[in-house]
């Protein structure tokens, strides 16, 4: 089997203050409002300790019969300016991939530069996989600007 290592960055400016996107992060109720599926799926497992050494995981089944298990420590908290934590993604009980997520908030006036780069080591999917986790990375992202922007989310594709 081949690895494929990959490296995306996705960078947005967001109409709010770093204490407001960090929030956003840090806690499971704000981050459940932009974090989510894209359809309905029924949720098996959803546990949140945003601490350095907490968990979080996401384990959840799709209408297609599909079980995904989204499994994250993280590494490193730094309140309103850097989150890092390494994840697992599962996809029906294989490991799909292992990931380095970096967050970078960067105060820029009343807005926030956000950074988000994710190092990944993919097995399996080759390239593919790494296309397809930064295109739902973008559209997390997206939901994100648009919960604290009060706008529509957009809807996957």
């Given at each position: 089997m081949t690895v494929t290592?990959?490296?995306f960055t996705i960078e947005r400016v967001l109409n709010a203050s770093p204490a407001r996107v960090f929030a956003a992060y840090s806690s499971l109720e704000a981050k459940s409002a932009w974090f989510k599926a894209p359809t309905a799926i029924e949720t098996l497992n959803r546990d949140f300790d945003f601490r350095v050494g907490g968990k979080?995981?996401?384990?959840a089944r799709w209408p297609s019969g599909m079980v995904t298990d989204f499994q994250a420590t993280y590494h490193d908290i730094v309140e309103n300016e850097r989150i890092i934590l390494v994840y697992d993604m599962f996809h029906n009980g294989d490991?799909?991939?292992v990931s380095l997520l970096t967050l970078e908030l960067r105060g820029?006036?009343?807005r926030t530069r956000l950074?988000?780069?994710?190092q990944g080591s993919y097995l399996t999917g080759d390239e593919e996989a790494v296309k397809s986790?930064?295109?739902g990375t973008t559209w997390?992202?997206?939901n994100l600007t648009a919960v604290l922007e009060a706008q529509e989310a957009r809807t996957f594709a």
């Open positions: 290592n990959a490296t979080e995981r996401f384990h490991k799909l991939s820029e006036g009343d950074i988000h780069t994710e986790r930064e295109h997390h992202i997206d």
